[in-house]
Each structure stands twice: as C-alpha cells, then as structure tokens.
C-alpha cells in the first residue's frame, strides 16, 4: 500500500462518519475544530480506522491525533512496522 492510498482511504472513512464532503477534507484539517468531530465520534474514528485498515491502535495515542494529515501518519508507521507499507 503507498503512502497516497492510506490518505485517500483516511479521507473516505472521516467523509462517511462525520457526514463531510470528501473535497473539503484537507490534510491540515482538524477532527473537531474543522470538520465537527465530537468525542464519540473520535472513539468511532478510531475504531472505523482499524476496521478500514486491519490495524490495531493504541486508542490514547490515536486519540491525541487531532488532524487529517497526522492520521495518515499514524496509520502509516503502523502499516510500515508491518511490512504493509510501500
């Protein structure tokens, strides 16, 4: 998987949870104060991640990642610690 397709897959999954239009997703984006994300939904996030994904993450360290871009980042040192990453 490449680092472009973890973004796209990120944005999908933010765009259907919290009811916002993939185009206005930006990397700079922050869950709560720009895209409306409330805490349950941050919970929902996380687990929506993990499901998208087949991950596992660590819910503390994945709730303090307030934005789109640091997800992405996230999500990807985890994919490469499992050889997933391209």
């Known amino acids: 998987m490449k ?3 973890v973004e796209t897959r990120v ?3 933010v765009a259907r949870l919290l009811k ?3 185009a ?3 990397s700079e984006s922050d869950f709560v104060k720009d895209l409306g994300a409330e805490s349950i939904q941050s919970l929902e ?3 929506s991640f993990e499901s998208e994904f087949e991950i ?3 819910e503390d360290a994945a709730l303090a990642v307030k934005t789109v871009g640091s997800a992405v980042e996230f ?3 985890i994919l490469q610690t499992e050889g997933r990453l391209d």
């Open 24 to 26: 206005e997703i930006k």
């Open 56 to 58: 596992e993450m660590d």
């Open 45 to 47: 996030l996380v687990a």
């Open 75 to 77: 999500i990807s040192r």
């Open 20 to 22: 916002v239009p993939e």
């Open 3 to 5: 680092q472009t397709e």
């Open 11 to 13: 944005k999908q999954v």
